[in-house]
């Protein structure tokens, strides 16, 4: 045997003996379930027979996308390139290591600056110019095919949405998925027990008051679980998105949120599996708007919605001091003011959130703040006087019929005009519709139109379910007046902080002023003993002083 014999044969023999490590990857777990791990290890081992190395280490990533590098098992494999443990890595493909071509070349080129190799069950190890070109091909196509498959996936979906079918496959609470089968495509389904819950919710906010916190405890006293909770408790964000979720009244949307990376993580993770966890709120014109069973009305969703922003205006949060009108009193300009604490002059005022929202730029409201302790004293002063005059209640109650049979009439001539308004949308669907089966416009145009006048549609709708059919309203007796009157008398002098704030907080809706004047607006619920609840009026409160001056009846009901 020669010379040259003998060193080919001990090269043979040094590969044949080569220590290699294994790197295998799938990106879902779905892709883990049907074993696409276990595939490519099969086709890595017989590789690794075929040429007589020894598997001394496997690294394995289960459901970590390609697009980033921090990945626990890639790791591992970074740092024990260092060490003498292995001569070489196996992969099944380029695109196992990493879905970015640059990448696989810092990937390569930093293992080969350790003196090792790595090797591919698809491709011949790379020794040369020419097989660089391959790695690099390939490595494009695998960052080019990733490409594809997520704008596939996009623009299915889209098409999805667009012709009216549910995306998604987890449903809100209140609803089950029925998945896509022969009989049609996927869509929602309501879940009767469920269901009744989710109503039971929006009642107990709407006409109760709630709060979320409240909802949860009454929830929980009531022994109900949610349908996913390791705690087996309801989360307040849980019933907040409920309360939000326009899903209940018939409308569900696909578009409505875009993933972010989150700008201050709630947890520091080394390793993330999804780097854009948090969601961001999209323009409502990009929504899709999907048709579902409805669970609840539309006047009791909106009722709900105005309810929880009355909630958030009157929470106490962290207030350090007493404020009567905290969440109700705004400034002459329209923005809100808020209770400020003691200063030098040891006195509470509300003041305009003006310069709040304007900083770092001056103020544009020159509005100066209000004793606190005095508006507080004024408005309480000229509720229970309002209370406790009978004849007052009586004028203010004549004044009010007759702006009711007024409102009378102007509500159908209001509901007639949406009406024609809505006949007119759905007149122009039509005609889009004949246009597309004449093949004068294309699909995307139908598509676009189409739902631009869905959402006309549906604001119209909106705004028609918050229109009473029939105004009705019972006029209490003055004997009833005379009693309601009588127990405010005997009660009114002798009421804590909180019991005041609820009472106003039932009564006003708004209090608007400035250090020489307040004018207070909102409507009083004389009690149950009445014959009929008047849900139906915006009664206001005479004059007490300079300082509290008062608006005439509104011609807003409330509903």
Request: one cysteine or more; a positive charge.
């Amino acid at each position: 045997m020669t010379t040259v014999n003998r060193l080919l044969l001990y090269k043979h023999n040094r590969r044949t003996y080569m220590k290699v490590a294994t790197y295998a990857r799938v990106s879902t777990g779905r892709q883990e379930l049907e074993e696409t791990i276990k595939s490519q290890m099969m086709a890595i081992e017989d590789k690794i027979a075929k040429e007589g190395h020894t598997i001394v280490q496997k690294y394995f990533d289960d459901g970590w996308t390609g697009m980033i590098l921090a990945r626990p098992g890639l790791d591992q494999l970074r740092l024990d390139a260092n060490s003498d443990n292995w001569d070489g890595v196996v992969v099944y493909d380029p695109d196992r290591l990493a879905r970015k071509n640059s990448y696989i070349q810092l990937l390569v080129d930093e293992i080969a600056s350790h003196r090792k190799s790595v090797l591919y069950v698809t491709m011949g190890e790379v020794k040369n110019d020419e097989d660089r070109l391959m790695l690099n091909v390939k490595g494009s196509f695998g960052e080019y095919e990733r490409a594809k498959i997520v704008e596939r996936f996009r623009l299915g979906k889209l098409r999805k949405a667009r012709d009216g079918h549910v995306v998604t496959s987890s449903a809100p609470y209140g609803y089950t998925y029925i998945c896509r089968n022969d009989h049609g495509e996927g869509h929602y389904e309501i879940e009767p027990q469920e269901a009744r819950l989710v109503k039971k919710i929006f009642e107990w906010v709407a006409n109760e008051g709630l709060t979320i916190r409240k909802v949860v405890k009454r929830l929980q006293e009531l022994d109900i679980k949610p349908r996913k909770s390791k705690r087996g408790v309801w989360n307040s964000s849980t019933i907040t998105n409920m309360l939000r979720n326009e899903s209940y009244i018939g409308h569900a949307h696909y578009l409505k949120s875009e993933g972010i990376i989150p700008k201050n993580p709630i947890k520091d993770l080394k390793y993330k599996r999804v780097l854009k966890t948090s969601r961001r709120t999209r323009d409502r014109s990009e929504w899709i708007n999907i048709e579902v069973p409805a669970i609840i009305e539309e006047q009791l969703f909106w009722k709900v919605r105005r309810q929880l922003e009355t909630n958030y205006a009157v929470c106490k949060r962290n207030r350090k001091n007493d404020y009567l009108l905290a969440g109700k009193i705004y400034c002459e300009c329209g923005r809100k003011r808020n209770g400020e604490g003691r200063q030098e002059n040891n006195h509470l005022y509300y003041r305009c959130t003006d310069r709040v929202y304007s900083y770092p730029n001056p103020p544009t409201c020159r509005g100066g703040g209000i004793n606190a302790v005095v508006a507080d004293a004024l408005v309480w002063r000229g509720i229970a006087d309002f209370m406790s005059d009978s004849d007052l209640i009586k004028r203010q109650l004549n004044r009010y019929f007759q702006k009711f049979e007024q409102n009378k009439l102007v509500v159908p001539v209001a509901s007639d005009q949406i009406k024609k308004e809505i006949a007119t949308l759905s007149k122009k669907e039509k005609k889009y519709l004949e246009l597309y089966v004449d093949d004068r416009i294309s699909k995307d145009v139908l598509d676009k139109s189409m739902q631009e006048l869905v959402e006309k549609k549906h604001v119209l709708e909106r705004e028609l379910a918050s229109i009473p059919e029939e105004l009705t309203a019972v006029r209490p007796s003055d004997q009833d007046i005379e009693s309601f009157v009588q127990r405010t008398k005997e009660t009114i002098g002798n009421l804590n902080f909180q019991t005041k704030r609820g009472i106003l907080l039932k009564l006003i809706d708004k209090v608007v002023g400035d250090q020489n004047s307040l004018t207070v607006t909102g409507s009083l619920p004389l009690g149950e003993q009445f014959s009929g609840y008047l849900d139906h009026r915006n009664v206001v409160y005479g004059s007490i002083s300079r300082n509290c001056r008062f608006t005439k009846c509104g011609q807003e009901y409330t509903l």
